[in-house]
């Protein structure tokens, strides 16, 4: 059973930035496509940012149009970790993120990091 474990969230003031990280237990985040999701209250989980599966560090990266350009997720296949850099943050970012593999079937999800942003 994977585990994921999410840390990193906050508070913090607009246009402030923070830095997610995701730490999955095995060997995995290598092997799959990673991908960091968020759920504002009363709304449903979404898809925030995206990056392929590689045996090397890095790979081919997607996310949602509205964080393009301030949100840059990234993977670091030796420490098992995914990231995700969030600059410029806006009170509409304000959610409980979550990462996850993209391609279903997900596994469990974690508990999530919290982040607010006050405008």
């Known amino acids: 059973q994977v585990q994921l474990v999410e840390s990193g969230g906050g508070l913090v003031q607009a246009g402030g930035s923070l830095r997610l990280s995701c730490a999955a237990s095995g060997s995995i985040v290598s092997r799959y496509a990673m991908g960091w999701y968020r759920q504002a209250p009363g709304k449903q989980r979404e898809f925030v940012a995206g990056i392929d599966g590689s045996i090397t560090s890095g790979g081919n990266t997607k996310y949602l149009d509205s964080v393009k350009g301030r949100l840059t997720i990234s993977r670091d296949n030796t420490r098992n970790m995914v990231y995700l850099q969030m600059n410029s943050l806006k009170p509409e970012d304000t959610a409980v993120y979550y990462c996850?593999?993209?391609?279903?079937?997900?596994?469990?999800w974690g508990q999530g990091t919290q982040v607010t942003v006050s405008s």
């Open positions: 996850n593999r993209v391609q279903p079937p997900q596994w469990s």
